[in-house]
């Protein structure tokens, strides 16, 4: 893994390009519901101990890494969107869309209260964590 010295995100390739940001987790969720925080947070305290982990702030949203970017959570007006990646299409009832792109299966989870990251919503996010380790 290659740290950026200059924002401290975490990259499976050394110098990889991006864009570099001093956001932080509370500048993402300045102004949002407290619902949308205590989703959040109910998400991160429930993958931030999958080991390797790490949470990293990018311009509009929160990545986790493991060997690569597994999780993108994005704070919207409503709700959070957790998108991950799989090599099949992933079925279940909290999923809100699967698409194709670029040799793997987007999956997006919409939530807007922390009771609805429950096991089925974790056992999706696993398989998302699992998929990056490969």
Request: charged share 25%.
């Amino acid at each position: 893994m290659w740290t950026c010295p200059a924002c401290e995100r975490q990259f499976k390739t050394n110098n990889q390009s991006h864009t570099c940001t001093t956001k932080t987790l509370d500048d993402l969720f300045h102004d949002k519901p407290d619902h949308l925080v205590l989703a959040f947070d109910r998400v991160l305290n429930a993958v931030v101990h999958w080991e390797p982990n790490s949470v990293g702030v990018a311009r509009h949203s929160v990545v986790f890494t493991n060997r690569k970017a597994w999780l993108i959570v994005k704070p919207m007006k409503k709700e959070l969107d957790l998108k991950f990646y799989h090599h099949q299409p992933l079925e279940g009832d909290a999923l809100r869309k699967v698409s194709f792109s670029m040799g793997k299966y987007v999956h997006h989870i919409r939530i807007n209260d922390e009771h609805q990251v429950g096991p089925e919503v974790l056992e999706l996010l696993r398989q998302g964590y699992q998929y990056a380790m490969n």
